[in-house]
DNA sequence: CCGGTCATGTAATCGGTTACATGATTCG
DNA sequence: CGAATCATGTAACCGATTACATGACCGG
């Protein structure tokens, strides 16, 4: 009950669009999952040697040299199956920067709006990444069967990118206003501004 | 240098608004940070002592009856900024709702129509639950010099959860032209349809 | 030959959850 | 009085990361 581990999920999913060696497998994850997935070499080589013995994947070539590609098995492919289907594990949430702006009173103002700008710099990169992400989606001629899906996962890491922007420009506003009424109330030594 | 738990900035970020239990400290973190935080009694008992051991908070009233509330000390609010000041740590994401989706393939249409449906649901209770929220914050009289800083995070929950919302359908619509096409190549026996 | 990348693995550690144990208080 | 809630704490466990060790291979 208690090993329904998600990354058994990530590694035979993974295996089942190609044969990939462990390292491979990480780097793949990071690139086309990263926005929505991690896993490190520590979870990923011993998942791989359990599935070995399961029967669950197969090495390709064995040893260091001639580096050992696996693949999934028929029967790691019912397994993957089986894993798909079971509910989805709810996350706890556990996000620094919400965490930060709640208690942005102790903060003050300016601090707070360079968190969110700084937030707002990351989401345009991650945009920035999904476009070119769907274009090489896009583009690829090989799993055909497989790109509609991976076009829904880039779907929602563009929407969530986007609600980020947008709402950083909201908080950044309301950030400002608050600067504005603070300083009202307690003005600044005077600056010679011209 | 390991040692910046996030636990300690939740549990003296709360205690800076106003004194609590340790039980009634996860309770406000359920309900008022629950859409960005999470803490569990594990986690907040211990932390508690520590602290107290630290100086940085202290018991108001001992011992279970009359039941001992903590409140922040001069020292555990300076610690408290030193903590807020720190770069947000990245988070991992584990998103298992996208990761069943982006091996959608070997679970079909269907299934990944009601995974993306239930989640809409979800993030429509998610958007309810967030404007009462607002409504409550904004009528509240007291923490007038904090509640700025909530809202901006009240109105992340509602961008991300609105983003969400626009997401799901965009992929009900994806998945539901791709059931259509699957059924074109391979048709169904016929049913009596009047 | 040297530095970078590819590749495989293990051990220590950690942050965090779950489950359990215990008991006070409150309210119907 | 009994059930629900408030309240405090601990121990076991677990998934996961980090750091470390090792070495092949390739290009300049």
Not at 170 to 186: F, I, K, M, V, Y
């Amino acid at each position: 009950m208690g090993r329904v581990s998600q990354t058994e999920t990530a590694v035979l999913g993974g295996l089942s669009v190609q044969p990939m060696t462990g390292y491979a497998l990480r780097e793949a994850i990071r690139e086309v999952l990263g926005h929505f997935w991690s896993e490190s070499f520590g979870q990923i080589y011993p998942t791989l040697a359990e599935l070995e013995r399961a029967g669950h994947v197969q090495r390709l070539g064995s040893g260091r040299t001639d580096a050992s590609r696996f693949a999934i098995t028929p029967s790691g492919t019912a397994r993957l199956k089986q894993l798909l289907a079971q509910p989805v594990q709810p996350v706890r949430p556990r996000n620094g920067l919400l965490l930060r702006l709640f208690f942005g009173r102790q903060l003050g103002p300016a601090a707070c709006r360079s968190l969110v700008q700084e937030a707002k710099a990351e989401a345009e990169r991650a945009l920035a990444r999904y476009r070119t992400l769907r274009q090489e989606l896009q583009e690829e001629q090989e799993h055909a069967e497989d790109r509609p899906y991976w076009l829904l996962t880039v779907a929602a890491g563009e929407h969530s990118a986007r609600a980020a922007i947008d709402w950083a420009d909201e908080a950044l506003g309301a950030l400002d206003e608050l600067d504005r009424s603070r300083q009202r109330s307690h003005p600044p030594k005077e600056r010679s501004t011209g």
